[in-house]
């Protein structure tokens, strides 16, 4: 069955920094690959989509990274804020089916 | 735009009794939707995805005679988790799914089995 990996220790940066989380998979080939974040006893809010043709997707102060030879992706926040503190979660995805990582936890101190 | 609510947003229950969890969408309407489960630290697991008007397609390990899938509209979806026991405390989620850009979580319920 597939596997996703997150980093389920917390990443704790500085304000201004930039976050940088992995999201690694094995035994899948997603047609697409999402980034969510979710606060504590709140569902997911979707962040950003990356297709598998795809080795670069922007949005604001977000970045998102596919890689599919080294089944990775790299979700970077530029400029991080406090109030980015969140977990943030990759999803993968075929169709319609979507399968979740557990999450890394990230702390942005002032 | 694009709101989902779930009810209740917590509940404890009894072991043996049955517990019912609404999920609507509110200012959309969608005819794929899934429900998820989440424990403590742990990713979403997808437990069934369920089309308006058709049978919930449930996940290998899934029992679909506890977790009952009710998809009565196209912006409202129940669950009842039948004959409740302790390891089924969790955190409830429900999505509704509209493209491969737009899944609508709801907040979640957080079940608690005593």
Redesign the interface.
């Known amino acids: 069955s597939q596997k996703i990996e997150q980093n389920s220790e917390a990443l704790n940066i500085q304000e201004g920094k930039t976050a940088t989380l992995t999201c690694n998979y094995t035994n899948y080939s997603p047609a697409y690959l999402q980034w969510y974040r979710q606060d504590p006893g709140r569902g997911p809010v979707f962040l950003l989509l990356i297709r598998e043709n795809e080795k670069e997707k922007r949005k604001e102060r977000l970045k998102v990274t596919f890689d599919t030879t080294l089944k990775q992706s790299l979700f970077h926040i530029t400029a991080s804020q406090p109030a980015d503190s969140a977990t943030y979660l990759c999803a993968l995805a075929n169709f319609n089916k979507f399968y979740f990582g557990s999450g890394t936890k990230l702390n942005v101190k002032p | 735009g694009a709101v989902?609510s779930q009810h209740p947003s917590w509940v404890i229950c009894k072991s043996g009794t049955s517990v019912k969890i609404e999920c609507r969408s509110l200012d959309f309407q969608a005819t794929?939707m899934?429900w998820?489960r989440q424990f403590p630290?742990?990713?979403?697991?997808?437990m069934a995805?369920s089309n308006e008007g058709s049978k919930a397609t449930y996940e290998q390990g899934v029992e679909k005679d506890k977790f009952l899938i009710n998809h009565a509209s196209l912006t409202l979806s129940t669950l009842t988790v039948t004959s409740a026991h302790p390891e089924d405390s969790s955190?409830y989620?429900c999505?509704w799914?509209m493209t491969?850009?737009?899944?609508?979580?709801?907040?979640?319920t957080?079940l608690t089995v005593t």
């Open positions: 989902v794929t899934f998820y630290k742990q990713s979403l697991m997808l995805t955190f989620i999505s799914y491969r850009d737009e899944q609508y979580f709801g907040p979640g957080r």
